[in-house]
């Protein structure tokens, strides 16, 4: 009993902390936002603002110029290339850093991202079950997060051999909508990848 009751509190712990972790990251970044905005709205001229406009959307329109602008210049090759080798040394030593970055850049089917993308592993009985692809491991086995039902990204981490994982062509949120709701439409998800192979 103390050993089932302690297994569902770390399982607990695994869903409940990156949940946290991305609710605070946005609330900081609301935060810092508002601290930028208050400044800036002085700036902008006084037909723009009016005095009762809340600060939080003027921190909201703020947060999606930055993002955009910060998107523009990673399209620029050299620019991205200094990013990424600044990143790697920096905020890639953040835990869980690269690993939310992944998660929102699967959300978003952003293209080049290969981290979260889903998939079936045939077992020897001929079963599927849904997981997704983390990465490649060598040539010829892939690191795969097997779900757990409804929390879609927790789960057990295995490396399975490559022949036996096929990608299933729907995006992120499709399939982790249909696992968070037991199933539901799954097996629509796991016919497109039947007829994607043939």
Same mark, same amino acid.
């Given at each position: 009993m103390l050993g089932? &009751?302690?297994?569902?509190? *770390?399982?607990?712990?695994?869903?409940?902390?990156? $949940?946290?972790?991305?609710?605070?990251t946005i609330r900081e970044l609301v935060e810092l936002m508002i601290g930028f905005a208050t400044p800036l709205a002085d700036l902008i001229a006084a037909d723009w603002i009016l005095e009762d406009d809340?600060?939080?959307l003027i921190a909201l329109v703020l947060i999606l110029l930055v993002a955009m602008a910060l998107g523009l210049i990673w399209s620029v090759g050299p620019t991205?290339?200094?990013?990424?080798? &600044?990143?790697?040394?920096? *905020?890639?030593?953040?835990?869980?850093?690269?690993? $939310?970055k992944s998660l929102v850049a699967a959300f978003l089917d952003l293209e080049g991202e290969d981290s979260f993308q889903p998939a079936s592993w045939r077992h020897g009985d001929g079963s599927l079950?849904?997981?997704?692809?983390?990465?490649?491991?060598?040539?010829?086995?892939f690191v795969v997060l097997q779900p757990?039902?409804?929390?879609?990204?927790?789960?057990?981490?295995?490396?399975?051999?490559?022949?036996?994982?096929e990608f299933v062509p729907v995006t992120l949120d499709e399939y982790s909508l249909a696992l968070t709701h037991y199933g539901l439409d799954l097996s629509q998800a796991l016919q497109k990848r039947g007829s994607a192979k043939g």
């Open positions: 089932f &009751l302690k297994k569902a509190l *770390l399982r607990g712990l695994v869903i409940l902390i990156p $949940v946290v972790l991305i609710y605070l809340p600060v939080e991205r290339r200094a990013v990424e080798w &600044l990143e790697t040394r920096t *905020l890639y030593q953040v835990p869980m850093y690269r690993m $939310v079950e849904p997981v997704f692809i983390i990465e490649e491991h060598g040539e010829d086995m757990w039902t409804p929390t879609p990204f927790a789960g057990s981490i295995r490396v399975v051999p490559r022949s036996q994982v």
